[in-house]
Every structure is written in C-alpha cells, then in structure tokens.
C-alpha cells in the first residue's frame, strides 16, 4: 500500500520527475524520504493507536483549510468521503472551516518586555449543531487545531486538560500534536517549493 | 480514567528571547526511562536522547518521531552543498521570533551565532524582532522564513527574487524553505506541550 502512495510534497507542489525542483530535492534525499515517512506513519500507521484513521484525516483537512490550501484540502478530505457518512463530515469540517478563518500568528506572550508584542485574535470554538457531527472529541480536536495554527504561543496546560477531558489519552494528544505540526510543516514545504518551481521554470523559459 | 496535565508552574519562567541555556518541561507525562522499549529507542534515533523529557513524550509515537527526527537532520546537517549551516538556523530563530516560541528561538540562536561568529547580529533579531536590521543578505533569509511561517503563507516570488539577488541559488532558496517549514513543525510542539524553564 505505501509503496504505491505518491510523494505528497512532489505531487500537491507539482515537482514533475527530471524538473529543475525534482533535481534540487534530490539533493536532500533523506528530507524527501523522512517528510514521506511521517506522512505515512501519520496517515497509514502500523496500529492507529488512540487515534482513528478518520480523525487524522479530519484534523488535517481542517488544518489545510485554516491554511486555505485547496489541494491539500482535497487530498486529506478525499479518503474521508469514501466513508459512511464521511461525505456530510467534510461539509460540516467545510462549514467549521469558514467559521474559523484568521490570519496568524498572534497571541499572548509571558507577562513582561514581550507584552508589547501581544496580538489579539479569535479563539475558536465549534458550533453546537456541528459538534453533533463531530462528537465531543473530533470537536476537541479541531479547536485544538485552531489554537496550533493560528496562535500556538496562546497555548497552555488548560488545553491539553480539555484534550484530555474529551476522551483524548496522553499518547493521543502526542500524535494529535505531531500531525497538526505536521501538516503545518509540510504546506509550507508545498507552498515554498511551489514558488520556486515556477521560479526556476520561468528562469528556464 | 479520564488523564491528567502533570503542569506545574515554573518559577522565575523566561520572559524575554535569549541564547542562554534554557530548558524545558511537558505538561503531559512523558514515559518513564526504565520503560522503554527497543522500538522506543529506535524511535528516539540517538540513545542520549532518552534523557530528554520532549523526546520521551514524543517517543510516545515512536514512528512518528523517528521519521521527525531523521527529517530535521537532514534539513540542518546536511550541509556538503546548499545554504551554509548558520543560515538554516536563521531560518529557523527567525520563524521561532516570528511564533513567539521562546525556547526553539533560544537553541536555534545559538546555533546560528555559533556557526556565524556574528552573535550581537544574531541577537538582534531576537531583541528587535523580525524586522531587524541585520544586512541584505540575512534579511532577505529572515524575510522569507517569516513569510512562509505566516498562515497563510504569503511567500512569494517577490522573495525568492530578493533571495537570489542576496547570493542565493535554488538549492539554497529550497534550505531556506525547509528550515523555516520545519520550524513551523518544531515550534508548535514546543510551544503546546510544555513551557521553557529558567537557565541553571
């Protein structure tokens, strides 16, 4: 199965093999590699743990949609609309998306000389129709997201508690954690090298 | 059943970016030392990191992790060609001032004032902030790591154009790229699994 799975920073920033960017990420082979292997032990994992395969594919979605990158929204919403009621999950996460629009990152620091770099910004919260949908822990999960993307410095121990309140388990938070960062990492990877194809296909034009 | 945050408040708790020596702690239990597995150890990559309360916390996803830890290795260290070491690590202290993440930026200063021998430049940018002064060629790197680490991202080709002005080749603009990128990864573990400690 993961031998046949496409190298997903190659395909949504359209590196086409023998391309000008396909030769500069050969270059960085292990970065290639390992980027692909935490998308699979993200989103194939051995044993999904505490963490179904369907609320990994719902968090990234949300977190691609926060990011407003389509491509990649498409690509982790895909899997879910093959599921029994997987099409109206993605019209609510579409829903919950449009509520959660912000730009980042903002937030609060520690008390002190950095408190003139505070900036203000929505806190996110799901709609109650919408967490009918979602259940108390996909709805957790997603208002975590929003905190992560947005407004990471906001964070706090009060967070993790309400992660844990909603059924999530210490490990899960940890995965819950990495693919969020994950998936912030790897749009900017798609969104840097997609800049830079063109860049480089115009130089050669 | 339901678990519980292990947080306690720190004393004395960083409040300013420095390149001092400052430490960590999770809010979440990491595993224990004594209970860790072989697959746990290949998940941490190096042994020494067993030491770690973070890495132990993340090692509660072992393959995840491992795949982590080998991502950033490459990103940093490998260096034969491409964009010299003390400018990744801009990159990176750039998106960790940019995210406000005070630990990351701390590390990740010092590496870059390490590699540069320039750490009164180096130290501005975590005094200034982003828009610091530090010559052409590294403002144009902090530029562009601080764009791409804005959601959503607002890189470029204004960026990549200032980057290759500054000396910079496409290899070099694609080091920029993961190193910022990357830090958009560590930064939010950081930032939401524990909080920066006072240095010893």
Redesign the interface.
């Known amino acids: 199965m993961s031998i046949s799975t496409p190298d997903v920073i190659d395909l949504l920033a359209g590196v086409k093999p023998g391309s000008e960017l396909d030769r500069i990420r050969a270059q960085r082979p292990q970065t290639r590699e390992q980027a692909q292997k935490s998308y699979l032990a993200l989103f194939q994992p051995s044993d999904p743990g505490d963490v179904s395969v369907q609320e990994r594919h719902a968090v990234a979605s949300f977190v691609a949609g926060l990011h407003r990158h389509p491509d990649a929204f498409e690509f982790y919403a895909a899997p879910l609309e093959d599921q029994a009621a997987g099409t109206w999950l993605v019209e609510v996460l579409k829903a919950e998306i449009g509520r959660a629009q912000a730009t980042g990152p903002y937030g609060r620091y520690p008390a002190g000389p950095l408190t003139a770099e505070d900036q203000e910004g929505p806190s996110y919260r799901t709609s109650e129709a919408s967490r009918e949908t979602l259940g108390p822990r996909l709805a957790a999960a997603l208002e975590h997201a929003h905190l992560l993307v947005f407004h990471p410095r906001d964070a706090s121990p009060e967070a993790l508690q309400a992660l844990l309140d909603a059924g999530w388990t210490t490990t899960g938070v940890v995965t819950l954690s990495q693919l969020v960062s994950f998936v912030a990492f790897q749009i900017r990877a798609i969104a840097g090298l997609t800049v830079l194809a063109s860049a480089t296909k115009r130089a050669a034009a | 059943m339901?678990?519980?945050?292990i947080?306690t408040p720190v004393k004395n708790?960083?409040?300013?970016?420095t390149q001092d020596e400052i430490g960590w702690t999770p809010?979440?239990?990491p595993l224990a030392e004594e209970d860790l597995t072989e697959r746990h150890y290949a998940g941490l990559v190096e042994e020494a990191r067993a030491k770690s309360p973070y890495f132990r916390?993340?090692v509660?996803?072992p393959?995840?992790?491992?795949?982590?830890t080998?991502?950033d290795?490459?990103?940093f260290y490998?260096t034969r060609?491409?964009l010299p070491r003390a400018e990744r690590e801009l990159a990176a202290t750039a998106a960790s001032r940019?995210?406000?993440?005070i630990f990351c930026a701390s590390v990740h200063s010092r590496f870059a004032s390490h590699h540069s021998k320039r750490k009164q430049v180096v130290q501005r940018l975590l005094d200034e902030?982003v828009k610091a002064d530090l010559g052409e060629r590294w403002n144009a790197i902090v530029a562009a790591a601080v764009a791409?680490?804005?959601?959503?991202?607002t890189?470029?080709?204004a960026?990549?154009?200032r980057l290759n002005a500054a000396g910079l080749d496409?290899?070099d603009?694609?080091?920029v790229?993961?190193g910022?990128?990357?830090f958009?990864?560590?930064?939010?573990?950081m930032?939401?699994?524990g909080d920066p400690t006072p240095a010893r």
């Open positions: 339901t678990e519980q945050v947080a708790p960083p409040i300013i970016f809010w979440i239990a916390l993340l509660r996803d393959e995840v992790l491992e795949a982590r080998r991502t290795k490459d990103i490998n060609t491409g940019f995210n406000g993440c902030g791409l680490t804005a959601t959503p991202p890189f470029d080709q960026h990549v154009e496409e290899l603009v694609a080091d790229i993961h910022a990128a990357f958009n990864w560590a930064n939010r573990l930032l939401s699994l």
